[in-house]
């Protein structure tokens, strides 16, 4: 879990270090990408050969940054997919950070949204086979908000995206302890690598005070 306060120290560090001024969704994905791939072992490969670029997915709602302008009677999520490469050894929170952030940065750009569309199916199947990180669920769905359901029960105390498990994604959501602002990341990884990831989030954690 990261507190608001703890994602606007990160936040402070990546601008320092790359210039970037992160959303907290950048900052909370890209501290758990590099710690997953902390986790799996680094930057090298086999045989000490340097490992290749690691790897990062998310989708985006495409409707309001489609050029020409999707109908106002479209039925449909719209979503596609934006992709981040970056130097697996050289793959710390801020650097993570800071390339999740420039790819969102670049939706921006009329038009850019389906810019290789042809190629996502594409797209999925490298990703998969590169074990690149993914993304599931999203702060803005509001799951413990819609999951309110009053009287005795009221709010869940924990949500937890299960097909995580099976896939390696990030499972995202707002922070359920009273809407503080904050991101909860949930993820499932081997025994090894989840001690690995908790030791690298509790440092990172430590040295932005």
């Keep these: 879990r990261f507190t608001e306060r703890q994602l606007r120290a990160l936040g402070r560090r990546v601008e320092s270090e790359t210039s970037a001024r992160c959303s907290p969704y950048a900052l909370a994905c890209g501290a758990a990408w590099a710690g997953i791939e902390h986790a799996r072992g680094g930057g090298r490969g086999l045989e000490g050969a340097p490992a290749p670029d690691a790897r990062f997915g998310f989708v985006t709602g495409c409707k309001p940054r489609a050029s020409p302008p999707v109908p106002a009677n479209y039925f449909g999520n719209c979503l596609g997919l934006c992709r981040v490469q970056a130097k697996r050894g050289e793959l710390t929170a801020a650097v993570a ?22 190629g996502w199916v594409r797209w999925v199947q490298e990703y998969a086979s590169a074990r690149a990180v993914t993304v599931a669920g999203s702060p803005k769905l509001g799951v413990y908000a819609a999951a309110d359901f009053g009287g005795a029960w009221r709010k869940p105390r924990k949500v937890e995206i299960a097909s995580v498990e099976g896939t390696g994604a990030l499972a995202l959501a707002e922070s359920g302890r009273d809407g503080d602002g904050g991101i909860e990341v949930g993820l499932a990884l081997p025994r090894v690598e989840m001690e690995a990831f908790r030791k690298f989030y509790v440092d990172l954690l430590a040295s932005l005070g």
Excluded at 97 to 118: D, M, Q, Y
């Design 97 to 118: 950070s800071a390339a999740i952030w420039r790819a969102i940065e670049g939706l921006a750009e009329v038009g850019s949204v389906f810019r290789g569309s042809r």
